[in-house]
């Protein structure tokens, strides 16, 4: 089984990064496989001119394409997820997300931006081709307390509702497995 953990911040040391984090030992301890890709990480004038050739954009495109599931995480600027999110989810192809649970995670500075995500991040998910995006986990910064030489650490209720949308995240892992496996021995139709 295979996961990608998408991190959307421009910063390093940030609240979503360290959520992500959390989720990448969650999976790693159930034998999960996961890849990271840090979108600040890319080539930045491949991203701003949209060159899906780019060898590093072009590996991290087939990490999306490898994955079971897909963990986005993005902090809320502006109300909506960030813009170098955006730029790299715009290299993706059509259908990228087709039959791939996706887990969404925001941070944002208080829960009057909660439905960002909602109204913003999913319906470009959607169009992705994601048919199964689990329900998102919100978290606001004063749910975060910053520690010198550890940065982020999230409270327990985090990392609580963090292990459930997981929890959920890693039911939808073994749906697609088996959808998958479905798909592949079930015969094909031609309607011609």
């Known amino acids: 089984m295979h996961a990608v953990t998408l991190a959307g911040s421009v910063a ?3 609240r979503s990064e360290r959520l992500l984090g959390i989720a990448a030992e969650y999976l790693c301890v159930r034998h999960v496989r996961v890849d990271r ?16 050739t780019d060898d590093a954009i072009v590996r991290a ?4 394409a490898q994955a079971d599931v897909v963990i986005v995480a993005t902090p809320v600027y502006k109300a909506a997820y960030s813009g170098v999110l955006k730029a790299f989810l715009d290299l993706l192809p059509q259908n990228a997300l087709r039959d791939k649970a996706v887990l969404p995670i925001a941070t944002g500075g208080s829960t009057a931006h909660m439905l960002a995500v909602d109204y913003a991040l999913k319906p470009v998910l959607a169009a992705l081709g994601a048919r199964y995006v689990l329900g998102t986990v919100y978290v606001v910064d004063s749910d975060f307390a910053f520690i010198e030489g550890a940065g982020f650490q999230a409270t327990n209720d985090v990392e609580r509702r963090l292990d459930e949308g997981l929890a959920h995240l890693v039911k939808a892992l073994h749906w697609t497995r088996q959808r998958k496996a479905g798909a592949a021995l079930s015969p094909h139709v031609d309607s011609a």
């Open 12 to 14: 390093r040391a940030s």
């Open 37 to 52: 890709i840090a979108v600040r990480e890319l080539p930045p004038a491949a991203l701003m001119h949209g060159d899906a």
């Open 61 to 64: 495109i087939d990490l999306v």
